[in-house]
């Protein structure tokens, strides 16, 4: 079956440093790869998606790219803010069965400090 | 306005009462999904329906129950709450043919 790991957290970083989500996965299929956040007190939303093997997903300075050779989508950011802080939650959809039934990783919870 | 809501946002309750959670959308989306989340559990899939008389159980759908009320509206209940239902509870949708989903901002569930 399909599975998605990620590190647990919570990472804890300053303002302006350097951010990675290590994120690896297991599918039968050719999935599509998801960057999904949940700031405080809100629903998740779509932060950044890859559909095939070596793109590159990117938004709001985060970015993530699909490795198929390593089974990752590593997120990334160059210069983390203060309100970047919230929770990351890595995914894969499997397009092969058709049913698109998401598979999600536990979360890792990201606290900047000024 | 919200595109996915969900009420009430915050319900506390007793054990052995009964339990509505509702979700509505203006997406227009077919499929609808409801999710409950615990610390350090993620996600996890209760229920999904990928129309109104598709009706289809996740992981964890023992307890729950849902109805598919129409294509914008899909309701969760817990027949009977019980203290390890406590949890954030979303909806979530998705368009056919696609695979990003649009949720809603939860709702807190606390059974005493």
């Known amino acids: 079956g399909n599975s998605v790991t990620q590190m647990e957290g919570p990472v804890t970083l300053s303002e302006e440093a350097f951010l990675t989500i290590n994120c690896t996965y297991t599918a039968t299929g050719y999935p599509s790869l998801f960057w999904y956040v949940q700031y405080p007190g809100e629903g998740l939303q779509l932060l950044l998606k890859?559909?095939?093997?070596?793109d590159k997903g990117s938004n709001k300075g985060f970015e993530a790219t699909y490795r198929k050779e390593t089974t990752s989508f590593h997120l990334e950011k160059g210069s983390v803010q203060v309100s970047d802080s919230a929770v990351y939650f890595c995914?894969?959809?499997?397009?092969?069965?058709?049913?698109?039934?998401?598979?999600f990783g536990r979360g890792t919870s990201l606290i900047v400090h000024p | 306005d919200a595109d996915v809501t969900q009420t009430p946002r915050n319900r506390i309750t007793k054990t052995g009462k009964r339990i509505m959670l509702e979700c509505s959308q203006t997406k227009g989306h077919d499929r609808m999904y409801w999710y409950r989340q615990d610390p350090g559990l993620g996600l996890r899939l209760i229920y999904y329906s990928f129309d109104v008389k598709d009706i289809n159980k996740g992981e964890i759908s023992d307890g729950y129950s849902v109805s598919r009320q129409a294509q914008a509206k899909f309701s969760l209940s817990l027949e009977s709450a019980i203290p390890n239902q406590t949890a954030l509870y979303f909806c979530?949708?998705?368009?056919?043919?696609?695979?990003?989903?649009?949720f809603g901002p939860g709702t807190r569930l606390t059974v005493l």
């Open positions: 995914a894969l959809s499997d397009r092969t069965g058709g049913s698109y039934i998401p598979t």
């Open positions: 890859a559909t095939k093997a070596d």
């Open positions: 979530a949708t998705m368009a056919a043919g696609t695979d990003t989903q649009y």
